[in-house]
């Protein structure tokens, strides 16, 4: 009521500025609150959001800790270089799971990782633009090939041919040594270590890919212009140009290897044993014994065990990805601030 | 006169056959990896072709012993799991990419930026893992869910995959909005709500969708989220949120290890499905994108 009357009795022109936002037309006016409200709700929503997503790491570790916590009173630090997995006498041990994940991931690494910045220089070098295009297209698409079917694969194709040719091929040459001993089946760590080298080819390449192609053009001709190969270019110009970011990558690579669960449980044949020196014999991951006993935990202190595993797992892929994350970072000032 | 030999010899000799041996190896090195991969999508086709039929989507598994049946379950359950997810990841992902671009000041979204790669880092059976923790074994009295493997608890591992993807290429598509239009948008005197709504959302919606299209195919292949909390069903098409539901990964991994032969085979017409929609709706999302991109940074 009363700004109604305020309304009526100021002829609105005569009006001192101040006072003139008070005798705007109600519509004005109540367009003006509902902005205000509009624009503070708004924020308030995305805000809400933006918090639960970065919550959402803080609650996955947060659980996975409760859940773990049974397991962590009983067996202490000790699980992660504690050897047995023995659900009969509820004693339960990391060491062998997180030996054989750093085994299947850094051999993965070794494999992939010459490969991928190999593709990476055809692709980006070599390759005239016309096939360029497609190829990339090609491996960009089998990023997204799911892990299961990979694992499908490694199960029925390249187990058989990894245990008929390759594996009896390694062991004539390099039979001597520890790694190669004992017979080829058809499931084991060294196809482990092939199937993730195939699901971390595609990641890796494709960064690689774009980072080589971020290399200025006149460094290059700078470097052909003074009588340089295309190799030397290569490894004189190009590739330490981009040093930081192709670590980066890789390491992403690696963070994906680390937590692969489906396609190393079809293929490492899960044993509980304690890990062994040969690649042609049978292993497990902290991943793949996750995925291989989601239906089979019965008493209570085994599963908080595999959620122990969970732990370590996520303790190890977060340092990875972080470590990638500042390498990346590092290596964009770095850049930016060199040019 | 004396002949001036065009030969490369002594070091340059040496220099270009490092060069050569260099790009043969380097040749040598793609056409292998390619190689492999091609072989992978090959022997999916090859396996798949015998075990492809109709029945395959209209019949629920066999009875012990008989031949024939189908995988209906799983693609009914595929496509609620990923409703379910989609339902979720795709608003809370646009307003994080929202508050990211609009509001926030650049400190802070680089922060947000860095955990939601985080986010995208966690392994997916963790995320399982997780989800497991947090809604199968507590009791939540609503929807049904709690206490046991439920689709509601299998869409939302889903969505917590799909999160960090969605709202990653919603914020880099949102970027790429030209900053004269909310500029002409202020200048007619609309507020900043508005502005975002009707202006800065349909400009980046092509890319929002497309985007949200490429978590989709992700999310539809994932297994390993799956095995704690949706993997327990039974054998015909349900459509409950509250009960578990069966879904095309998660069949592929059981029939993969079975030792029945028709199994096995109806494991590879499953991923021969599962890969064609993969390849396709992520193909298609990816060009578009890159239009969608195009188009924006054209007219900026």
């Excluded at chain 2, 497309?210 to 297994?223: N, Q, S, V």
Aim: with cysteine; proline share 5%.
């Amino acid at each position: 009521v009363v700004k109604t009357l305020a309304l009526t009795e100021g002829g609105w022109k005569a009006q001192p500025v101040e006072a003139a936002s008070a005798t705007t037309p109600p519509l004005g006016r109540t367009r003006r609150r509902y902005d205000r409200i509009g624009d503070r709700a708004l924020l308030a929503i995305t805000g809400f959001a933006a918090l639960i997503a970065v919550l959402l790491i803080v609650a996955i570790a947060w659980k996975l800790i409760e859940g773990a916590w049974p397991a962590i009173n009983e067996f202490g630090l000790a699980f992660v270089w504690h050897d047995v997995w023995n659900p009969v006498t509820n004693v339960f041990g990391a060491k062998s799971f997180i030996i054989g994940t750093l085994v299947t991931s850094f051999g993965a690494l070794l494999l992939a990782a010459p490969l991928s910045i190999a593709i990476a220089l055809c692709l980006s070098e070599l390759a005239p633009p016309s096939i360029r295009g497609p190829v990339g297209a090609l491996i960009s698409m089998l990023a997204a090939v799911p892990s299961v079917v990979v694992g499908l694969w490694g199960i029925f194709v390249l187990g058989p041919f990894m245990r008929t040719t390759i594996e009896p091929f390694l062991q004539s040459i390099l039979g001597w040594t520890p790694f190669f001993t004992g017979t080829p089946q058809q499931a084991g760590v060294l196809i482990a270590i092939v199937v993730l080298a195939m699901m971390m080819i595609p990641i890796t390449s494709s960064i690689c890919q774009e980072l080589f192609v971020s290399v200025p053009k006149d460094v290059k001709e700078a470097s052909i212009g003074l009588g340089a190969t295309r190799w030397e270019t290569v490894r004189g110009v190009i590739v330490p140009y981009v040093k930081g970011g192709v670590v980066a990558a890789v390491t992403l690579g690696l963070g994906r290897a680390l937590g692969e669960a489906i396609a190393v449980t079809q293929v490492i044949g899960n044993s509980l044993q304690p890990f062994h020196f040969s690649l042609l014999s049978t292993g497990n991951t902290l991943a793949s014994q996750l995925a291989s006993n989601y239906q089979s935990a019965p008493t209570n202190i085994e599963v908080s065990s595999l959620v122990y595993l969970g732990v370590i797992l996520l303790v190890i892929t977060f340092v990875t990805n972080l470590t990638a994350q500042v390498i990346v970072h590092r290596f964009d000032r770095q850049r930016l601030g060199g040019r | 006169m004396e002949a001036v030999s065009l030969r490369a010899d002594g070091r340059s000799k040496r220099r270009l056959r490092a060069n050569a041996l260099a790009t043969g190896a380097a040749v040598g090195a793609a056409v292998l990896a390619i190689g492999l991969l091609v072989v992978l999508v090959g022997s999916v086709l090859v396996k798949a072709f015998g075990a492809l039929s109709w029945n395959l989507f209209t019949k629920g598994p066999a009875v012990f012993g008989e031949t024939g049946g189908g995988i209906a379950p799983a693609f009914v359950g595929s496509i609620m799991l990923v409703a379910i997810a989609t339902a979720i990841a795709l608003p809370v992902g646009v307003m994080v990419a929202l508050y990211v671009s609009e509001f926030a000041p650049k400190r802070i979204g680089d922060q947000i930026k860095l955990w939601l790669d985080v986010l995208n880092g966690v392994p997916s059976i963790v995320v399982g893992l997780f989800v497991f923790a947090l809604v199968v074994s507590a009791h939540v009295p609503v929807l049904g869910i709690g206490h046991h493997q439920s689709a509601w608890a299998g869409g939302f591992a889903l969505a917590v995959i799909m999160l960090p993807l969605v709202a990653r290429t919603a914020m880099e598509v949102l970027v790429l909005v030209p900053d004269n239009l909310r500029e002409a948008s202020y200048a007619l005197g609309v507020s900043k709500w508005r502005t975002v709504l009707s202006v800065v959302l349909p400009t980046a919606i092509g890319g929002i969708v497309t985007g949200t299209t490429l978590a989709i195919a992700r999310a539809a292949g994932e297994t390993a989220p799956l095995l704690f909390v949706c993997s327990i069903f039974g054998q015909v098409v349900s459509t409950d949120p509250s009960q578990p539901v069966a879904s095309i990964p998660v069949v592929i991994f059981e029939y993969s290890e079975s030792p029945d032969h028709n199994l096995n085979a109806q494991a590879w017409a499953a991923a021969f499905v599962l890969i064609t929609f993969v390849l396709v709706t992520s193909l298609l999302a990816r060009i578009a994108l890159e239009r969608q991109r195009r188009k924006l940074s054209g007219g900026g």
